[in-house]
């Protein structure tokens, strides 16, 4: 079983549309990450969620809204999808502290 | 503010090489330092750890020593495998405002030819 499984696994879509990344974890850790790997390879944290309740919003616009609905599952919303937001996304978990995260092997997205 | 740098890649070595990648850090005080390795395909993972300083952190037949006095935290493995071949990240630990987070570095792709 996949620890941290993100889907899809590729994305492309056009700019201007809406499209939601998924990512759950079987682990029971409380805390849950999204992260933005840019062309240039920088990680970069984006959210952090701790038992369903935003810890840390990274400067990211606000057209990106990340939703828990549960301790496993923390998902991504881009609304109105521009060219600058192309890059893969990662989601990871932790337990009881931000030092060994597991992450899942990310979401390419390509805006065209 | 408070960065990684890592050694530019990729690098490419034979197998039973021996292997640096180097990482500097900038930060106030004395971080925690990681190493995070990307495996073709799957997602990071956590390599090895140090929490303070002459710290050495070591797995897998890595090893990296925090060093305070340059600020740094090189990885390194006495001969590399085909198996080693992968992406591998130099990240710290800040504290903010109350909350944890990992910073990393742009990531060092690593193959080992056999």
């Known amino acids: 079983d996949t620890a941290v499984s993100q889907t899809p696994k590729y994305l492309v879509t056009q700019m201007g549309n809406d499209k939601s990344i998924k990512c759950e974890q079987n682990l029971g850790h409380d805390t849950m990450y999204w992260y933005k790997q840019d062309s240039k390879k920088f990680l970069k944290i984006m959210f952090s969620?701790?038992?369903?309740?935003?810890?840390i919003n990274e400067t990211v616009p606000n057209r990106f809204s990340p939703k828990s609905p549960d301790k496993a599952h923390l998902n991504l919303h881009i609304n109105s999808l521009e060219l600058g937001d192309s890059a893969v996304y990662f989601c990871?978990?932790?337990?009881?502290?931000?030092?060994?995260?597991?992450f899942g092997a990310g979401t390419r997205l390509s805006v065209l | 503010g408070d960065s990684v740098t890592q050694m530019e890649g990729p690098v490419t070595l034979s197998e039973e090489a021996f292997l640096t990648i180097n990482c500097t850090y900038t930060a106030t005080g004395y971080p925690s330092l990681f190493w995070y390795v990307q495996y073709p395909g799957e997602g990071l993972q956590l390599l090895l750890k140090?929490?303070?300083?002459?710290d050495k952190g070591s797995n897998k037949g890595f090893e990296a020593t925090y060093r305070k006095e340059t600020t740094s935290f090189h990885l390194e493995k006495g001969s590399v495998q085909v198996s080693d071949s992968a992406v591998y990240f130099c990240?710290?630990?800040?504290?903010?405002?109350?909350?944890?987070?990992?910073?990393f570095g742009k990531g060092t792709k690593l193959t080992v030819n056999p």
């Open positions: 990240a710290l630990k800040l504290l903010r405002g109350g909350s944890e987070k990992l910073v």
């Open positions: 990871a978990s932790s337990r009881g502290g931000v030092d060994i995260q597991y």
């Open positions: 969620y701790n038992n369903k309740e935003l810890i």
């Open positions: 140090a929490t303070k300083a002459d």
